[in-house]
């Protein structure tokens, strides 16, 4: 749709009822220089940079309504942006005249229920604060990722965030019980009524978790939080090789059950990546698993979470001596305290910021079954060194397997068009032949949202632009996200 272009007037307007200091415009006298905008213009990894004039940090709903009343007036583009942690360019502009509303000022929690477990909180709440307040209730939050010190609890369900726990807590579809959205023309859908059973029809809410700001802006949040485990063990095996990780993982599956809480996977290169090449990763190796020398190999973390301490530590012990009796692990190591338990999951978790500060990535975040992660690996790692010209440097492989979600960081001197080329759309295709989904968590944003053929089929796409149209008729909602004009292979009908 044709968007209207920012004036001067518009941020006058938005100075009508916001402080000057929630608004934050280049365009408009006495203003704030470009160069200030930059964060909120620029994503994680530094790859999708847009040119947005004007930036929003509310701190109402009512707030929220009147700048969307203002923009669907308008037919300006609106980006919603919570903690900006998010990995497919969704959360930043595309060109200069859309308005970012940043919901960073919207970050009160609202309610808490201990006997149900409900929490309700302002959706610019950031993930870790709201699990550090839950915990000192005896609750945790049903999701952990990586991002948890920046993302906020709005972005979390914009993209249906998986990470850590989903193993043992499902998605976010099973875990927010309710929404407070506000929709594109200002008017407030109040649905913050934190039932667990409420069949009345469509689940509208549904539609808001995942949907990368295209439809709304979330506000509030109303969700289900399971009781905090007293008794939480974290053991870190080395395998010989992925053929051995499909094998002990069915294993830890039967023999762990409901108190397994999370299953992550990470190869040679990630362990590379985060501790260094040679000398200094093998240093990391003796420290964290005891030993002399820790034979090469990948990884697997799995943790438990259960109430009785004894009974989890008697299953997770029986079973380690099990498996490094067998010929499937090599060595293990089960943490001992709460330092060593910080000290695997960083491993884990340091990844995706290790990658980033060897180069530039291209990141794929992809469900593949996991009997075909390596094939799809070693698919990806021949073409890089059979095509790229030494441009891309590794290809390290990790994720969630207890889920299926293979992630794959790409790490490159720079950005550039014809890597972009060899990659895409040759993984999607890849992922497409092994039955998968191109997005597992990530959400599609700008980087894949005209491949989403590759995952979903015409009629699907058909219907998602039907929703989008009855939601956002004027189209301002995140301009150039999840929904193409036109996607790669619609052309062929
Ligand atoms: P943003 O990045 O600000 O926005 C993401 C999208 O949601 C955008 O499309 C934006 O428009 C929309 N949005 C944000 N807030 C709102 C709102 N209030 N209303 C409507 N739309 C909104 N993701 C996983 O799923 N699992 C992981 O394990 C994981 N690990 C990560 C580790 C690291 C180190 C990093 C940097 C990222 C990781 N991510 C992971 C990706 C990212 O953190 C998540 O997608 C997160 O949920 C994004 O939240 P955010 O607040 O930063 O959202």
Redesign the pocket.
Known sequence: PQLASLTPADIEHFLSFLPASQVQASLAPGSTAQADLDGYNTD?MGKYVGRSRCVLRPRTTDQVSSIMRHCYARRLGV?????????VG??VPTGSDEVIIN?GLMNQIRAFNASSGVLTAD?GCVLQTLNTFLTSKGHVMPLD???KG???I???V??N????RMVRYGSLHANVLGLEVVMPDGRVLRGLRGLRKDNTGYHLHHLFVGA??TL????GVSLLTPPLSPAVNLALLRLPDYAAVLSVVGTVRAKLGEILSAVEYFDETAWAVVNGDGAAGAEVERQVFGADTVPPGVNLLIETSGSVREHDEEKLTALLEELLDGPHVLTGSLAQDETQLGRMWDLREGI??ACGKAGKVYKYDVSVPIQEWQNVLSTLRQRAAERSEGLIERVVGFGHIGDGNLHINVVCGRYDKAIEQLLEPFMFELVESKGGSISA???L?VQKAKYILYSKSPLELELMRKVKAAFDPRGIM?PG?VLPAVAVGEERG
Do not use: D, I, M, R
Not at 79 to 87: A, E, F, H
Not at 161 to 164: N, V
Not at 216 to 219: A, F, I
């Open positions: 994680w980006v919603p942006q919570g903690g900006n942690t998010g990995l969704g959360g919901l959706a990722l990586g991002a920046s993302c906020q709005g972005g979390n914009s993209t965030a998986g990470g850590l990368e700001g709304g802006v979330v506000t995706a910021e968590e990530h959400g944003g995140n996200k």
